[in-house]
Nanobody, 121 residues
Framework: QVQLVESGGGLVQPGGSLRLSCAAS????????MGWYRQAPGKQRDLVAT???????NYADSVKGRFTISRDNAKNTVYLQMNSLKPEDTAVYYC???????????????WGQGTQVTVSS
């Protein structure tokens, strides 16, 4: 059994910061790319940022310069540091990871349960 557990969401004022964490646990052999996505009410789930095992990153244009994705491979954890938050960043944030489970011979994409981020004064 593999699971991703997110934490760190909440309510923050415009211009504020939050740090999201997502820890993978279970019968894991290896983890490849990890990422963060978000879904606002009535909208599709969109990419926020991704990071490879080696640390190469990719960001949506809307968050470049404000958000930073990082990971700790020893802890199987990915982070999203969000600065200069705007009301339009309000959404449920989901992490995902490309994982090779111990009991399988191929990678599977797993998703976290989501954490709410609300930016409002």
């Amino acid at each position: 059994q593999v699971q991703l557990v997110e934490s760190g969401g909440g309510l923050v004022q415009p211009g504020g910061s939050l740090r999201l964490s997502c820890a993978a646990s279970g019968n894991i052999f290896s983890i490849g790319a990890m990422g963060w996505y978000r879904q606002a009410p009535g909208k599709q789930r969109d990419l926020v940022a991704t990071i490879t095992f080696g640390g190469s990153t990719n960001y949506a244009d809307s968050v470049k310069g404000r958000f930073t994705i990082s990971r700790d491979n020893a802890k199987n954890t990915v982070y999203l540091q969000m600065n200069s938050l705007k009301p339009e960043d309000t959404a449920v944030y989901y992490c995902n990871a490309d994982i090779l489970p111990l009991h399988l011979g191929y990678h599977v994409t797993y998703w976290g349960q989501g954490t709410q981020v609300t930016v409002s004064s």
